[in-house]
Nanobody
Framework: EVQLQASGGGLVQAGGSLRLSCSAI????????IAWFRQAPGKEREGLAG????????YYTDTAKGRFTISRDNTLNTVYLQLSGLKPEDTAVYYC??????????????????????????WGRGTLVTVSS
C-alpha cells in the first residue's frame, strides 16, 4: 500500500518561503511520478508541479513557474516543494500524489496526473500553508 505523508506547512508572512516535504512509504520510489497539488477554501484542486523520481524530470504548471521548485531525494524517498515569494492567495492545503510510471511513459503519466487528478491512485493527507498579508 502506497502511503504519502506531506509536511512542512505553516504560517508565513507574505514574501516568505516554505519547503514542503512528501515522504513515500511502501513503493519503489524510482518507479513513480510524484506531483504537488493544492486546494484553497472554496476553490477547485489545482496542480502545481511534478517530478519523475527515476531521472528527476520536472513539470510545472503556470501557477508554480518562477516561484515554486520541485526536487527529490531518492535516498529518502522524499519529494520537496520549495515555495518562495508567497502571497496570501497561496493559502491552501497542499497535497502530494503519486502514480506508477511502470504502465506508461513517465511524461505521459505525469501529464495525466494534472489533466485527470481524480484518477490518481495515491494521495497524501495534505499540509496547510497559510500566508498572512
Amino acid at each position: 500500500e502506497v502511503q504519502l505523508q506531506a509536511s512542512g506547512g505553516g504560517l508565513v508572512q507574505a514574501g516568505g518561503s516554505l519547503r514542503l516535504s512528501c515522504s513515500a512509504i511502501g513503493i519503489t520510489f524510482d518507479d513513480y511520478a510524484i506531483a504537488w497539488f493544492r486546494q484553497a477554501p472554496g476553490k477547485e484542486r489545482e496542480g502545481l508541479a511534478g517530478i519523475i523520481a527515476n531521472d528527476g524530470r520536472q513539470y510545472y504548471t503556470d501557477t508554480a513557474k518562477g516561484r515554486f521548485t520541485i526536487s527529490r531525494d531518492n535516498t529518502l524517498n522524499t519529494v520537496y516543494l520549495q515555495l518562495s515569494g508567497l502571497k496570501p492567495e497561496d493559502t491552501a492545503v497542499y497535497y502530494c500524489a503519486a502514480e506508477t510510471t511502470r504502465l506508461r511513459d513517465p511524461e505521459i503519466t505525469l501529464g495525466t496526473m494534472f489533466r485527470v487528478p481524480n484518477a490518481v491512485s495515491s494521495w497524501g493527507r495534505g499540509t496547510l500553508v497559510t500566508v498572512s498579508s
